[in-house]
């Protein structure tokens, strides 16, 4: 069975008091210092690759988090429009996210949910941080130079980097340190390929830091929560990530896939001419995705070399590995959808709106207290 999701959301009341209690519990408890804070864009439904890379782990640190700790989980949509965005589509989808991590269990009344945009103090911090933060390092980025289809060494000052970059995409490492460091988070849930941007928030800390505070804490530098989960690959492409820019839509599992969806998919899903089942990721990436797939929701706790040895024992079929990764799959993704599709709609629209306003009053509060540290230390506040 898939793991038990909360029960469809407590009322704007149940939420105040739920979090008021949680913060005089943090007052006194001795593990009141952690604070986890992580952020998606909002690009619509997330996929499998979303989930198995982030979501998943976000729900099970709330699970495991100890009373005091603040959880804190933003939906970033100042990061989305360092790419053109219809505003229409991009107020659709910051909604599609909200309902998506409820869905998949996040708690309000445990975790802070909010729109990026809804605390002024992140781009606030964001300016202050980028008067000391280094262009060199900003350069070496490669946040950038994917998003223009650069090679890792390209330079800011390249003729193709200049007539394309704009300032918001070259800055958006300021922005996300800025994200981490007004919350004072001591630890941040990332994907191994956002690391390189935990590091840099990190200088982003000490720059300030020894600037303004004479080498004290006055930002602190977060810790680094790696994901257990690799990276999911396309169905189609098994050598690219899964990502919902690709033009095949067979390519992903979104979120809100039904079973028939699901077994569709799967069971289309590139492989190769070897009629049998092993693990190589270099020489059968196909094959690979698939059992990673598996082992990413095996009950057993079995790793993709083990599946891949169970079943060429039992002389498998492709076919028969398609049908057990699909089964497994249909176990925990479609109630996700189901979920999803009841916040979205529950009072009208209205809940979601009351989730990320509390969120965003919990947030707000906490970006603030770190602004008057940061304003005193600067000399813009007494």
Same mark, same amino acid.
Not at 42 to 61: E, S, V
Not at 141 to 146: A, H, I, L, P, R
Not at 223 to 247: C, G, H, N, V, Y
Not at 266 to 287: C, E, L, Q
């Given at each position: 069975?898939?793991? #038990? =999701?909360? #029960?469809?959301?407590?009322?704007?009341?149940?939420?105040?008091?739920?979090?008021?209690?949680?913060?005089?519990?943090?007052?006194?408890?001795?593990?009141?210092?952690?604070?986890?804070?992580?952020?998606?864009?909002?690009?619509?439904?997330?996929?499998?690759?979303?989930?198995?890379?982030?979501?998943?782990?976000?729900?099970?640190?709330?699970?495991?988090?100890?009373?005091?700790?603040?959880?804190?989980?933003?939906?970033?949509?100042?990061? *989305? =429009?360092?790419?053109?965005?219809?505003?229409?589509?991009?107020?659709?989808?910051?909604?599609?996210?909200? &309902?998506?991590?409820? *869905?998949?269990?996040?708690?309000?009344?445990?975790?802070?949910?909010?729109?990026? /945009?809804?605390?002024?103090?992140?781009?606030?911090?964001?300016?202050?941080?980028?008067?000391? &933060?280094?262009?060199g390092y900003l350069s070496r980025m490669t946040q950038w130079?994917?998003?223009?289809?650069?090679?890792?060494?390209? %330079? @800011?000052?390249?003729?193709k980097a200049k007539a394309s970059l704009k300032l918001g995409?070259?800055?958006?490492?300021?922005?996300?340190?800025?994200?981490?460091?007004?919350? #004072?988070?001591?630890?941040?849930?990332?994907?191994?390929?956002?690391?390189?941007?935990?590091?840099?928030?990190?200088?982003?800390?000490?720059?300030?830091?020894?600037?303004?505070?004479?080498?004290?804490?006055?930002?602190?530098?977060?810790?680094?929560?790696?994901?257990?989960?690799?990276? =999911?690959? /396309?169905?189609?492409?098994?050598?690219?990530?899964?990502?919902?820019?690709?033009?095949?839509?067979? /390519?992903? =599992?979104?979120?809100?896939? %039904?079973?028939?969806?699901?077994?569709?998919?799967?069971?289309?899903?590139?492989?190769?001419?070897?009629? @049998?089942?092993?693990?190589?990721? &270099? *020489?059968?990436?196909?094959?690979?995705?698939?059992?990673?797939?598996?082992? %990413?929701?095996?009950?057993?706790?079995?790793?993709?070399?083990?599946?891949?040895?169970?079943?060429?024992?039992?002389? &498998?079929?492709?076919?028969?590995?398609?049908?057990?990764?699909?089964?497994?799959?249909?176990?925990?993704?479609?109630?996700?959808?189901?979920?999803?599709?009841?916040?979205?709609?529950?009072?009208?629209?209205?809940?979601?709106d009351e989730v990320e306003e509390e969120g965003a009053r919990?947030?707000?509060?906490?970006?603030?207290?770190?602004?008057?540290?940061?304003?005193?230390?600067?000399?813009? /506040?007494?």
């Amino acid at each position: 069975m898939g793991p #038990r =999701i909360a #029960r469809l959301g407590p009322t704007l009341g149940q939420l105040q008091r739920a979090q008021r209690r949680a913060a005089s519990q943090a007052a006194s408890d001795s593990d009141a210092a952690t604070v986890i804070f992580s952020g998606i864009q909002p690009t619509g439904i997330p996929h499998l690759g979303n989930y198995l890379g982030a979501l998943q782990n976000w729900r099970r640190l709330q699970d495991e988090a100890q009373p005091g700790a603040k959880l804190l989980y933003s939906i970033v949509d100042l990061h *989305a =429009i360092t790419l053109p965005q219809q505003a229409p589509m991009l107020r659709q989808w910051k909604r599609e996210m909200l &309902a998506a991590l409820l *869905a998949v269990g996040l708690d309000p009344a445990r975790s802070s949910i909010f729109y990026q /945009s809804s605390v002024p103090a992140h781009t606030e911090l964001m300016w202050i941080l980028s008067c000391t &933060a280094s262009m060199g390092y900003l350069s070496r980025m490669t946040q950038w130079k994917s998003k223009l289809h650069l090679s890792d060494d390209a %330079s @800011a000052l390249d003729e193709k980097a200049k007539a394309s970059l704009k300032l918001g995409l070259f800055s958006y490492p300021v922005l996300q340190a800025a994200d981490i460091l007004v919350h #004072r988070a001591t630890h941040v849930p990332v994907g191994e390929d956002q690391r390189q941007h935990l590091e840099f928030a990190r200088e982003c800390a000490t720059n300030f830091n020894h600037t303004f505070g004479a080498g004290s804490k006055l930002l602190v530098p977060p810790e680094t929560i790696l994901s257990p989960a690799k990276r =999911i690959m /396309s169905l189609q492409t098994p050598t690219s990530k899964m990502s919902k820019s690709d033009t095949d839509p067979r /390519s992903r =599992i979104l979120l809100t896939d %039904s079973a028939e969806e699901i077994h569709k998919k799967i069971m289309a899903a590139k492989t190769d001419s070897t009629n @049998a089942v092993s693990y190589d990721r &270099a *020489a059968r990436p196909g094959v690979a995705n698939l059992l990673e797939l598996w082992a %990413s929701f095996d009950a057993r706790g079995r790793g993709p070399e083990m599946l891949a040895e169970e079943l060429g024992g039992q002389k &498998a079929s492709l076919k028969d590995l398609k049908t057990s990764v699909a089964d497994v799959l249909v176990e925990e993704i479609p109630a996700i959808g189901v979920r999803y599709r009841e916040f979205l709609e529950k009072d009208g629209g209205r809940y979601l709106d009351e989730v990320e306003e509390e969120g965003a009053r919990v947030a707000r509060k906490s970006a603030d207290e770190t602004m008057e540290i940061v304003k005193r230390a600067v000399g813009l /506040s007494r």
